[in-house]
Every structure is written in C-alpha cells, then in structure tokens.
C-alpha cells in the first residue's frame, strides 16, 4: 500500500486523460480551452503501464477526469482498461454531462460504476451563463439515463457569492425525489483565476450548519471516498455533501494521488509542478513505476497550503480534473 511520511494511506487515482473541454465554465476556462494538442496526453499503453502500477501498490479506485474526457476518441478503451486492470474495483468520472444520455449505458457495460456530473444551477438561464452551453436539459436528461443505467450519480455545484437562498431551495426541491448526491464544492484559488476567486468565494461552513439545523445527519465515508463530507434526511430521496479545502484539518484524510493527461504525478492539486512519468510510462515496465512512486511519496506535504493563498502550478481546474 503506498503510505506517505504523515500515515495516509492511498487507496485512489485521480487519472486526467485530456485537458481539453468544450464548456467554458466561469471558474475555470471562461475563454475556451487552449491547452497541448491531444497528441501530447498519455496513449492507451502509458495508460495501461500506469493503471497497473498504481493497482500493484493498493489503488482500489480510480477516477477518469479532464477535462471533458469523453472527448477523447478512445475513452471507451481507457474506461475498458481501467474497469478490467486486476486490483481495480470502482471506476468512477467526472463529466459535464452533455454526452451522458446517449452513452450513460454504454459507460455502464464498459465497466463505470460512478458518474459525477457539474451542474451549478437548476435555472437553464443562469447554468448557460456560468458554463457558457444552453446544456442544461440535456444534462437533466443524462441524469435520468444514468440511474437508470444503474451508475452511482453525483452532482458538483461550486459555491459562489451569488449562490441564493433561493438557489439552495430549489435544489433542496429537487433533492426530494431525485436519487443522487448533490456536493456543494467551495471555490477553489487557481494561477489564472485569483481575482475571480476573490469576489467570488464563499465558505461551506454557513451552508453545512444550516443543513444540520435542518436534520441532516452526517454519513460514514468509505475508505476510497473523496473528501465530502456527506448528509442524509430521511424525508430526501438524495443526499448532500460538502467540499471545504479551506476547512481545518482537510488534508487529513487524504487518500487520493493525481496524474495528469501528460502524465506527471501531481502529489497534491495544488503541488508546485507535478513530477514527470513519461518516459518511465513509454518503456511499460510496470515494477520501474512502483518503484518510482515509492520513492517520490515522501514529497508529498501535510497540507496543500491553499488557506496560504498558494496555488502551485495549477493554472485552472481543467489541468487535473480537480
């Protein structure tokens, strides 16, 4: 099992497979993507030594993120990969959830087990402002396919400043007969984006103890959970989890490494750089990664240093997928 020098244990992959995204979300590329082309992301080999290497070292989980990831051509072979790697048990990925409804089943039999889909508002007007695509019905719908496809669905909403009364209600609403986990997600600071980030952030803790005023009750989490902490009711068919990386003792519990689409481990989202595994990936020896990891986990640090106001190399989100 990999175990850094503070006793965490990691159980979970983050594996960006493109930076590439056609939504241009306000907080995070709210003038269209311009990244490396897609010749220079991982090809399905250094996806497979990778996959293999991490599975040898205790990951039970992994997440495909961007990103958009569907937007590669061989997203269907990379989630085949990573469901059939030995050692793998749950496959999840993010997405925006503009393609689901067409291959939410397909995604199903390929061997997903969990989706998480970014929705900020329930008002078409308002989500088209934020992610820059009229989408909004066509998400909902992808939604609908995707329980009904039988993945484990989770939606993402990053609070911001106009984050309304209103806005929580209507989620709260909708949380009543929809089968799914609604994760408010605090904004985090980036490279590109700290002015933004300063009119815009606001913290998760007056939403958390409004919701225990409310009844929500605190849930376990699993050993290769993220770091949400979640909420039940028992008069909601949903459930509601928090994301606080600015909240005391977050990286406590850490559990997850990240690589990026390029394929540099990334100890940390907000780490100074990300550390190179190209050429290691590109010779397929699978005990030279294991042994590389190993080594490097010792960089990992106790904490990302956000609350600090650094961001490291993270220029906007789409880099890791967050």
């Not at 990379?78 to 790697?85: D, F």
């Not at 376990?220 to 949400?228: E, M, Q, T, V, W």
């Not at 909420?231 to 003792?249: E, Q, T, V």
């Amino acid at each position: 099992m990999l175990e850094d020098s503070f006793g965490r244990q990691f159980h979970y992959l983050r594996l960006s497979v493109t930076e590439a995204c056609n939504f241009r979300c306000q907080y995070c590329l709210p003038d269209g993507y311009e990244g490396p082309s897609s010749d220079q992301f991982m090809s399905l080999n250094e996806i497979d030594t990778l996959l293999k290497a991490f599975a040898k070292l205790g990951t039970s989980k992994v997440r495909l993120t961007g990103g958009e990831p569907t937007l590669r051509r061989d997203f269907l072979d990379i989630l085949h990969l990573t469901s059939n790697t030995p050692g793998i048990k749950r496959v999840a990925m993010t997405t925006h959830g503009a393609r689901m409804e067409k291959f939410a089943h397909q995604w199903k039999d390929a061997g997903l087990h969990q989706v998480n889909v970014s929705i900020d508002s329930l008002d078409p007007r308002q989500f088209a402002a934020i992610t820059g695509q009229d989408k909004l019905k066509a998400v909902l719908r992808g939604l609908d396919s995707a329980i009904d496809a039988g993945l484990d669905v989770k939606v993402n909403s990053v609070l911001l400043n106009d984050f309304s009364d209103s806005r929580l209600h209507r989620f709260l609403a909708w949380l009543k007969d929809m089968p799914v986990t609604l994760r408010f997600i605090e904004l985090m600071e980036t490279g590109d984006l700290n002015q933004f980030f300063n009119q815009q952030h606001q913290s998760g803790s007056p939403l958390k103890s409004t919701l225990l005023e409310m009844g929500w009750q605190p849930l376990l989490r699993r050993k290769d959970a993220g770091p949400a902490q979640e909420f039940y009711h028992p008069d909601y068919a949903g459930k509601i989890g928090l994301i606080m990386p600015y909240s005391k003792d977050f990286c406590k519990t850490c559990n997850r490494l990240r690589v990026s689409a390029p394929g540099k481990l990334h100890l940390c989202l907000f780490s100074e750089n990300g550390i190179d595994m190209r050429q290691l990936l590109a010779k397929g020896n699978v005990d030279d990664v294991v042994t590389f990891l190993q080594n490097v986990l010792g960089q990992k640090h106790e904490t990302h240093y956000l609350h600090e106001g650094k961001t490291g190399a993270t220029k906007h989100l789409a880099m890791l997928g967050g």
